[in-house]
C-alpha cells in the first residue's frame, strides 16, 4: 500500500527538498500552500506534476481540517512558518498565530479526524537564543531571543504535550540553518553566495 505524505510549508527550501525524497522512496505527496496573489512554486515546478497541492492555512482552522482529512496522510510533516526572525519583531502576532498556534491546529485537527496520523514537528535552533553552551542539543535550556524563537519554543512544547497527553506519535526535530541553491534570497547567507556566484 502506498504510504502517503502531507507536507506544510512543500515550497519551501526544506519542504521541496523532503517532498523529492518521499516521492523516490514512493509516497504520494501532497503539500499545502497558503491562497495569496502570487504563488511561487518555483522549488517544486520539476515535481509539480507528481504531487497534489492543497490549499490551507495554518491561521484557519477549518482550512487545516479539510486538508488533513483531503490528503488523508499517513504522516505530516510541519514545515511552515513565518520564519523570519526580522519579521517576528515586526509582525509578532502573525508570528504567533501562525508559528505557534498553528501548531496546534494541526494536532488538533490530527487527534480529532485520525490519531494515528504520526506528525513532525520542524522546531528551529532560533529557540536556543541566547546560548548558554556549545554545541546544543536535547538537554540545552531554551532562551529564545525573538518572537519567531518563542512561537518555536511554543510549538515544539505543545507538540511533547499532545505526544504524552494523548498518546500520538508526534516528534520535534531542532533544525538549524542550511544552505542550498533553493534558499531564499530574503537571507543574508543566501544573498552573499548568490553576488559570489556572479562574480
Avoid at 519551501?12 to 504563488?39: F, I, N, P, W
Avoid at 495554518?58 to 490528503?71: F, K, M, T
Avoid at 501562525?98 to 485537527?109: D, E, F, M
Wanted: a negative charge.
Amino acid at each position: 500500500m502506498t504510504r502517503r505524505a502531507l507536507i506544510t510549508g512543500i515550497t519551501g527550501q526544506d519542504g521541496s527538498y523532503l517532498a523529492e525524497l518521499l516521492l523516490d522512496k514512493g509516497y504520494h505527496v501532497c503539500g499545502m500552500v497558503r491562497r495569496s496573489s502570487t504563488l511561487n512554486f518555483e522549488r517544486i515546478a520539476h515535481i509539480q506534476d507528481d504531487i497534489e497541492i492543497l490549499q490551507g492555512d495554518l491561521a484557519d482552522e477549518n482550512s487545516l481540517n479539510d486538508v488533513v482529512r483531503r490528503s488523508n496522510p499517513d504522516e505530516l510533516y510541519n514545515l511552515a512558518a513565518q520564519s523570519f526572525v526580522q519579521t517576528s519583531w515586526q509582525q509578532p502576532e502573525l508570528t504567533g498565530q501562525t508559528t505557534a498556534i498553528g501548531v496546534t491546529r494541526l494536532l488538533n485537527a490530527i487527534r480529532t479526524i485520525n490519531p494515528d496520523i504520526r506528525f513532525y514537528q520542524a522546531s528551529s535552533s532560533e529557540m536556543f537564543g541566547k546560548v548558554q553552551s556549545v554545541p546544543q542539543n536535547e538537554e540545552t535550556r531554551f532562551w529564545p531571543r525573538s518572537p519567531y524563537g518563542v512561537a518555536k519554543v511554543y510549538g515544539h512544547w505543545i507538540t511533547v504535550n499532545y505526544r504524552e497527553s494523548y498518546g500520538m506519535h508526534a516528534s520535534s526535530g531542532i533544525l538549524f540553518n542550511d544552505e542550498s541553491p533553493r534558499r531564499g534570497l530574503e537571507f543574508v547567507t543566501r544573498k552573499i553566495t548568490h553576488h559570489v556566484a556572479q562574480i
